[in-house]
DNA sequence: GGCGTCGCCGCCCCTACGGATGATCTTCGA
DNA sequence: TCGAAGATCATCCGTAGGGGCGGCGACGCC
């Protein structure tokens, strides 16, 4: 088999038509169909499946309107369905993890320069997991900046805090004590080397932990 | 004159592939060059000049690294450069804003459908003002929602806010008593319909009135 | 001229928050 | 098996933040 088969899905239809026309231009890569969410995407697979078209890759958006990239990832690999690549433009922490634990075959950065784009595409065919350079060394534990590493637990009160949460509502909505609430306010402060809990949604913005 | 030439500014590869080759299918469009960032396309514009070649429109996207967009817009309108019209895929009122004042010609949303984008870089080119609609919508004094209506001088404390600032910082960053900031922030919340500062920092992005 | 909005300032009060410190239990890897 | 790291909880303390007042000058609009 030459010419893999794609499944575009992507709100923007500029970016979509610059896909098309990007990836079609490239030899073996052929753009079957298109999807702006990830409802429409997984109307697309069973439409194609009924027709016998084969879907060999899909190339995913994270942050759509209707069904995020994230659910409808889940839903087409617990299907069974063609693996799915993650092209997007923000590349948080959470993210990244959230859309890999999906069962994502890859993480790609819309800026990635379109040769990586392409072989990425061919690699996930053939059922490699291919990450960007910036995505594998963020997820490298190795690689990590000690400062900024925060554990699984403290990543999820960041998401809390920056809904905009008092310690109360935290800890109702993790059934623990205010007391373990502060405590690990505490270790994220001193981790992002801030002192208020707003500084730190800052903070882990801009250090891209959180969205 | 037939053929519109165009700059790209966008610092995603795809997505500029994605605009040239469906805005050159259009007829009467040419994308004559493009940039990654402010910087470069001020520097296209330049070397485009002395080889005599004219530019009709510059398509700009907002975010980018290096020079962003807004402040490239505002040395090519300073200028006398070309009409800029913003494509961008937020559209936060700050950064509309700040756009329109940087002397764009018009601010259109990624997601807008082709042919709007190609009707809008006809008028932008005639020197017309072009927004697309939920932006022009935002803007219509008349049609906002008086609940999420803030003045300039609370957008101006959310912003310092949302920076993780304290009271006592506020005040003196705007010259002000911290009193002053506190009464601010009061009327900020009752307008957002919160009551602490991060469920206002949160309100407001998902209102779309910061970033 | 009066009314509404905006920006500015002060007081009082109470609570939530942040800092310091110390402690228990589990898990996991050296 | 011992220790490090994570998650949990608690008490004490001081301050920043938020709510409820009231007030003043400037501006624009009817």
Redesign the interface.
């Known amino acids: 088999m030459d010419e893999l088969n794609l499944l575009l899905v992507d709100?923007?239809?500029?970016?979509?038509?610059?896909?098309?026309?990007?990836l079609t231009e490239q030899a073996g890569l052929r753009v079957v169909a298109e999807a702006a969410d990830g409802a429409a995407a997984i109307a697309q697979l069973n439409r194609l499946e009924t027709l016998g078209e084969h879907v060999d890759v899909v190339l995913m958006d994270l942050q759509m309107d209707g069904m995020d990239g994230v659910e409808a990832t889940g839903r087409i690999r617990s299907a069974g369905g063609p693996p799915v690549l993650i092209?997007t433009?923000y590349d948080s922490d959470s993210d990244i993890r959230t859309a890999l634990d999906a069962g994502a075959a890859g993480y790609l950065l819309?800026?990635?320069?379109?040769a990586r784009?392409t072989a990425a595409v061919r690699d996930a065919a053939r059922g490699r997991r291919v990450l960007s350079e910036e995505v594998a060394a963020r997820m490298d534990p190795a690689a990590r900046n000690a400062a900024t590493d925060l554990s699984p637990r403290e990543l999820e009160l960041l998401g809390l805090?920056?809904?905009?949460?008092?310690n109360r509502q935290i800890a109702r909505e993790l059934f623990i004590s205010e007391s373990t609430v502060k405590t690990h306010l505490i270790h994220i402060y001193s981790k992002l080397g801030?002192d208020?809990?707003?500084?730190?949604?800052?903070?882990a913005r801009t250090l891209r932990l959180i969205r």
Request: hydrophobic share 50%; aromatic share 0%.
């Open positions: 709100d923007h239809p500029v970016v979509r038509a610059g896909l098309k026309a990007v092209l433009t819309k800026d990635a320069p379109l784009l805090l920056s809904r905009g949460l008092v801030v208020t809990r707003t500084a730190a949604i800052d903070q």
